[in-house]
């Protein structure tokens, strides 16, 4: 049985990727500057497709690479971040960015719990 830590990660990630299409919806005009509508949609795909993977393997294969890259990837983008919001030019509503983030930030805090880090060690049958 997951951990109710784990089980809060899962939907804290899903509940940050499920307001990226708002934020595309309300970002239009400004990702239309920077490509194709085939483009903006594909890459959107592609994060979605990836993060979605990972959380999977994460949250219901209990993959420590996977839980690490997740990290990797929300490290790596904070600074992206920071940088839209300070430069203003953050695509779409700054509080659902900030609401993805936060929301991903508390998820992966989550994984560091004494209950999810023994989840993870275990084996599953």
């Known amino acids: ?15 940050s990727l499920a307001l990226g299409p708002i934020q595309t ?4 005009q400004q990702l239309m500057a920077l490509g194709s509508t085939q483009f903006v949609l594909g890459i ?13 393997l994460v949250s219901r294969r209990r993959s420590k690479v996977a ?3 997740l990290i990797v ?3 790596l983008g904070v600074p992206m971040i920071i940088k839209m919001f300070t430069d203003g030019v953050l695509v779409g509503a700054s509080l659902i960015t900030l609401a993805q983030t936060l ?3 508390l998820g992966i805090i989550l994984l560091f719990t004494p ?8 084996r599953p049958a």
């Not at 049985?1 to 509940?15: Q, S, T």
């Not at 209950?115 to 275990?122: F, G, K, T």
Request: no cysteine; charged share 15%; glycine share 4%.
């Open 25 to 28: 919806l309300i970002g239009w």
């Open 103 to 105: 929301a991903q930030l």
């Open 73 to 75: 990837m929300f490290v």
């Open 44 to 56: 959107q795909a592609f994060t979605i497709g990836v993060i979605l993977l990972l959380t999977f």
């Open 67 to 69: 839980m690490w890259i």
């Open 1 to 15: 049985m997951r951990p109710k830590n784990i089980i809060m990660f899962e939907r804290l990630v899903l509940a």
């Open 115 to 122: 209950a999810s880090r023994s989840w993870m060690r275990e």
